[in-house]
């Protein structure tokens, strides 16, 4: 079932936690709100469940008005930053209430909580009382209470924030395989940009209360309209260039004495921001190909797989990524840096 929200905003005392919001979740799809601490995702994901009410606005469910209606009177169902598993039930008993709730018999209650519990890595833990479980684990099953329900719509605030990087990625298939079996329709938050990409259909970046912008993993990181998504997505270093038009649709960005050609309809000539991915910069030994931009090593860390440099530039200092940990530079070697257009990200005002 899809979920829209219309011009939704949502007050305590003076300044607004979320300051007028309109998107729409289509049904079958998994989209995240992804923003930085405080930006009003989970107050967003509150209002979707029916746990606060908007103070203008409204929201609609599978096209229905809903603004209005309690938590109960909707088919949603939340996983909580906080777990909120019940303390004095069993991992079991947590699993089951709410099946048991819905009128699902006994046995078949706990058939499907045993499946859940086994699909969240939880083989064994029936008895446990959640004090009994750490902070990861507790964090499985409420994963596992929401997923048996198989609600019309499944919110998710920052699930496996408490988990391993390895059981992180894991738990983060397992949700995505789910929704997509089930074709279960997701509202998921998370801060962690990575966790985002891999698991979206759409992101909503967030900030401040307001959509900053929203599309596909692909979209928001190839292509960020603001200096706050440039940065939030991934790594960039902002740098300033100057752009001239070529001929229709492609521009030409200088950045010191390098020049990197790229396709744009937008954007005025003149001075730009521009911000610069790490991975797009090829490192050679000085003076580098024609056409590339001259700077010197400031900075060489080995990190096993690749080495990241900062480099002294014309066009500021820039941070790169390089897979060649054979043949590590060192402060103070002369470079030539080569930019591939994909990496150049040329920013809006
Ligand atoms: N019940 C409340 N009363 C007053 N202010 C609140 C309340 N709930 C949230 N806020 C404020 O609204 C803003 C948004 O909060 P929200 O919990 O939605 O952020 P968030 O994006 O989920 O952050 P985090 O990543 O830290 O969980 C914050 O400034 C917060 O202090
Ligand atoms: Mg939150």
Avoid at 66 to 79: I, P
Wanted: net charge neutral; aromatic share 4%; hydrophobic share 40%.
């Amino acid at each position: 079932m899809s979920v829209e929200f219309r011009n939704v905003v949502k007050r305590y005392g003076a300044t607004p936690a979320v300051a007028g919001v309109s998107f729409t979740v289509e049904a079958g799809t998994l989209v995240t709100l992804l923003g930085p601490s405080g930006c009003g995702k989970t107050t967003t994901l509150r209002m979707i469940a029916g746990l606060e009410l908007p103070s203008e606005g409204r929201i609609l469910i599978a096209g229905r008005d809903v603004t209005s209606l309690s938590a109960t009177e909707r088919d949603v169902s939340m996983v909580f930053q906080s777990y909120a598993l019940f303390p004095h039930m069993s991992v079991l008993e947590n699993v089951t209430y709410g099946l048991r709730r819905s009128g699902i018999a006994r046995a078949e209650a706990i058939g499907r909580a045993r499946d859940g519990l086994k699909q969240v890595g939880l083989d064994g833990y029936d008895a446990r009382q959640p004090s009994e479980l750490s902070g990861g684990q507790q964090q499985r099953v409420a994963v596992a209470r929401a997923l048996v329900l198989k609600p019309s719509v499944l919110l998710f605030d920052e699930p496996l924030s408490n988990l391993d990087a390895r059981l992180r990625r894991q738990m983060r298939e397992e949700i995505r395989d789910l929704q997509r079996g089930l074709g279960l329709t997701v509202v998921y938050v998370t801060h962690d940009q990575q966790e985002a990409m891999a698991v979206s259909d759409r992101i909503i970046v967030m900030n401040a209360g307001r959509i900053e912008q929203q599309g596909s993993p692909r979209d928001l990181y190839e292509r960020p309209a603001t200096p706050f998504l440039a940065r939030f997505m991934g790594e960039s270093t902002p740098a300033r260039g100057r752009l001239e038009r070529l001929d229709a649709g492609r521009v030409r960005v200088r950045l010191g004495e390098a020049a990197i050609d790229l396709p744009d309809t937008a954007t005025p000539e003149g001075n730009v921001d521009v911000a610069v991915r790490p991975e797009a910069i090829t490192v050679e030994a000085a003076p580098g190909p024609a056409g590339s931009l001259g700077g010197r090593i400031a900075k060489a860390s080995y990190l096993g797989t690749h080495m990241e440099y900062s480099i002294d530039t014309a066009a500021g200092q820039l941070f790169a990524t390089c897979p060649r940990v054979d043949r590590p530079l060192a402060a103070g070697d002369a470079v030539g840096l080569v930019l591939a257009p994909r990496g150049v990200l040329v920013l809006r005002g």
